[in-house]
C-alpha cells in the first residue's frame, strides 16, 4: 500500500469516528456494538439464538 492509500484510509476512518462521536452516546455505542455481534453470530438460525438478540435490539 502506498502512503496516499493509507493516507486517505487514516482520514475516512477518522471522520467516520467523528460522525460516530457526534451521533451516539456511550450507551448507543454499545448498544451499536451488540447489534453487530448478533448480527454476525445469529446468521445461522438454526444453531444459536443470537437472532433473537438482534431482534430485540
Known sequence: MSYKTLYLLFCLF???KQWLDRR????????IG???ISAIVGIDTKLTMAYQVFTFL
Not at 451516539?24 to 448498544?31: D, K, L, Q, R
Open 34 to 36: 451488540c447489534l453487530l
Open 24 to 31: 451516539f452516546t456511550a450507551i448507543g455505542m454499545a448498544i
Open 14 to 16: 477518522h471522520t467516520f
